[in-house]
C-alpha cells in the first residue's frame, strides 16, 4: 500500500512565523501535490512537484513557496504565516506512469494547522 | 471556475437505508478521469474508483456502485444498506488528460445513523 506521511497531525504557530510542513511517500511516486481544505469548498491545489526540484503553481500559491529536493519529499513553507492560513493541509502522491491525469493521487493525513 | 459540483452538502440516512450522492462535472476534453475518494473523521483521503471518459460501463464494488452518464455529466455514487461506518465526507474530482490537476467538488458529508 501507498503510504504518504505529513509530519505532523495538529500545529500550532504564531503570526509571522516561518512554517513548514513535511510530506514523505514511500511508493517512488513521481507526483506529489500539496492542498489545503476548508469547510465549503473542498480541496484548492497549492503547488505541485513532477520531478525533483520542479515545481508548479497551483490555484492558490500565494504565500506559500515549496522545496522539493529528494524524490519521496515534498515541504510545504509558509514564508510569513497569517490567520487566514489557519486550515487543513493535505499532501498526495501519485505515479508518473501512463497519461496524465489518469493516476489517483494518494493522500497524507493531514495536518491542521492554526496560525493564532 | 469549479470544474466539479456536488451540490448536495449534507446527507443523514438511517442504517440499512441506501444513499445516492450527486456529481456534476464539466470539461471541453474528450479525454478525462473522475475519481471519488471518501474522508472519515480520521481525515484521510482514501481513494475508492477512477472512471475514465471512455468507459461508461457502470461499477459495483461490494455496497458501492458507480453510475457514470456522460450525456448528463454525471458520475454519481450509491451506498447499498448503509452502515455507520460509512459516515464520511465524499469528494468527486476530475482529472484531465495532459493535466496533473484534480479539480475536487465541495464534497458531501454523509451521516449514517444507527
Known amino acids: 500500500d501507498v503510504k504518504v506521511t505529513q509530519s505532523s497531525r495538529y500545529l500550532v504557530k504564531r503570526t509571522g512565523e516561518k512554517v513548514f510542513l513535511e510530506c514523505v511517500q514511500d511508493?517512488?511516486?513521481?507526483?506529489m501535490f500539496w492542498y489545503r481544505q476548508d469547510p465549503g469548498l473542498g480541496l484548492r491545489l497549492i503547488y505541485f512537484?513532477?520531478?525533483?526540484?520542479?515545481?508548479e503553481k497551483g490555484d492558490i500559491p500565494e504565500g506559500y513557496s515549496v522545496s522539493r529536493e529528494k524524490k519521496e519529499r515534498f515541504s510545504l513553507i509558509l514564508e510569513s504565516a497569517s490567520t487566514n492560513q489557519t486550515s487543513m493541509y493535505l499532501c498526495?502522491?501519485?505515479?508518473?506512469?501512463?497519461?496524465?491525469?489518469?493516476?489517483?493521487?494518494?493522500f497524507g493525513d493531514g495536518t491542521r494547522l492554526s496560525i493564532l | 471556475a469549479q470544474k466539479v459540483t456536488q451540490a448536495q452538502t449534507e446527507i443523514s440516512v438511517v442504517e440499512k437505508e441506501d444513499v445516492t450522492l450527486d456529481c456534476v462535472y464539466e470539461t471541453r476534453d474528450t479525454t478525462y478521469y473522475l475519481f471519488w475518494y471518501k474522508q472519515p473523521p480520521s481525515g484521510e483521503l482514501v481513494f475508492l474508483i477512477r472512471?475514465?471518459?471512455?468507459?461508461?460501463q457502470n461499477e459495483i464494488s461490494g455496497r458501492y456502485s458507480w453510475n457514470f452518464q456522460k450525456s448528463t455529466s454525471s458520475f454519481n455514487f450509491t451506498i447499498t444498506a448503509s452502515q455507520v461506518v460509512d459516515s464520511a465526507v465524499y469528494f468527486c474530482?476530475?482529472?484531465?488528460?495532459?493535466?496533473?490537476?484534480?479539480?475536487f467538488g465541495a464534497g458531501t458529508t454523509v451521516t449514517v445513523r444507527a
Open positions: 472512471r475514465n471518459s471512455f468507459d461508461e
Open positions: 512537484s513532477y520531478d525533483v526540484k520542479m515545481k
Open positions: 474530482a476530475l482529472s484531465e488528460a495532459n493535466d496533473y490537476k484534480l479539480s
Open positions: 498526495a502522491s501519485s505515479s508518473g506512469q501512463g497519461m496524465l491525469g489518469n493516476q489517483p493521487q494518494h
Open positions: 511508493m517512488d511516486h513521481e507526483n
